[in-house]
């Protein structure tokens, strides 16, 4: 609404159209009530900014979100991002978004190139950092991911997820002592990516009544919701 407001203060306001698109394809990919309307309106907004400001920064990757959230054209995605990423080489999010469509497009050794160019100009956003875990995780590097799981935990200590990940590099790597010093005394059902762990960790240990009551505990919270 802010950026409604904001383009009809000023519809020469290019950054706003721009943060008007991506608002808008946001709201189209979290289920929209009226998905097509969505589209069509992320589209306009995509096309005034481009307009007004076509050489701009916010311009090309407002088009770059529409083709790749909106149309789903990848490369065509991709030659936006790039078109932004030389307007703004120090701009994480470029490689960010380039990172997402290759390993959309099942080019992980390409997404984890982008990804850590990425993370090297912004190391502290935690949301770089999750998403270079995840394909490294999936890439089977596993000294690299406890790095990254080290670098989150730093920023959030009290990050269940980047600790799961971190136990689970361990375990991935036979490692069984080290993940199990990691491990917690006591897990809740809902720290997700732990009770995996804590699973992982007891089938590896040949623990298999422990593992039994874990599944046990876990199918009981499904049922009850």
Known sequence: NCFREAVGLDPSFARAWAWLARSLL?????????????????????????????ASVDANLAQGYLAYAGEQAYNAALGCFEKARKLAPRDSQTDRERSLISRRQGKWQGSAA???HSVELNPRDSLLLTIQAGIQNELREYPALLKTCDALLNLAP???WALGEKV???QHMGDLASAAALLPS????NDH?????????????????EALGSFKIAIQKLETG
């Open 158 to 160: 009290d990050s269940e």
């Open 193 to 209: 990516r732990l009770f995996e762990a804590k699973i992982v960790q007891q089938i590896s240990g040949r623990r298999s009544d």
């Open 186 to 189: 006591k897990i809740n059902e």
């Open 168 to 170: 689970g590099a361990y």
């Open 114 to 116: 982008y990804i850590q």
């Open 26 to 54: 946001l709201i189209y990919v979290n289920d929209a009530a009226q998905p097509a309307a969505t589209l069509a309106g992320a589209r306009e907004a995509v096309n005034r900014a481009y307009e007004l400001q076509p």
